[in-house]
């Protein structure tokens, strides 16, 4: 798949070409918590609570986020999901673009990254634009969202018409949000940061190595 410049839009790599949207989540709910090792877990199913707020703990310190399902559907059943299951725990905002946005949700478990590389979600209709501070779920084009998530740092209703959807917003910690780690900018090829094949194929390993500074989060629960 080529590489999208940010210019335009938030790349994302590694969507099979023959992907197939998974199972529509289902109203009732499924008991346990999900595992993230196994995407196909009924778990998964559970649909999301029409609103909900999640904590992320990081190494930069808290920030709360606030979830409306009426605003992406099928964004925020996959979000409550991931969260539940522990997916994101240990997870690194692995792209973050100053006056842009910061990127996360590719796991430091490559075998975790292959589970979940095709089981995309359907497309949500735009409700919400990209404005500073909705938090929005990367795609690489139609029926391609799987686990990456952005964080708007400006206005960037300009994405819209592409297609990406917000389903949260942050409402506590912003200033958390702002003060990630930058320095590394753009990701290869257009800039020095994270290759997100080598990431796929390397894992946590690879950014510990070559992006020590890029910052982490410790734990996401649901409040």
Known sequence: MRYIPYSSVIALTFVGACAKPADKPVAEAVGGVPDFHNPAD?????????????????????FVIAVHRAWAPHGADRFYGLVRSGFYD?????????????????????????????????????????QRGLVTFATAGPGTRTTQIFIN??????????????????VEGMQVVDGLYGGYGEGAPQGRGPDQMRMHIEGEKYLARQFPKLDKIKKVTVE
Do not use: C
């Open 153 to 170: 740092y400006r206005d960037n209703s300009r994405l819209d018409s592409d297609g990406f959807t917000p389903f949260a917003e942050v």
């Open 90 to 130: 240990g997870v690194r905002f692995f792209r973050v673009i100053p006056g842009f946005m910061a990127q996360f949700g590719i796991h430091g478990d490559t075998a975790v990254t292959v589970a979940w590389r095709q089981r995309v979600i359907p497309d949500d209709p735009v409700r919400r634009s990209n």
């Open 42 to 62: 009924p778990a998964f199913s559970q649909q999301a609570p029409d609103s909900f707020r999640v904590r992320f703990a990081t190494t930069k310190g808290d």
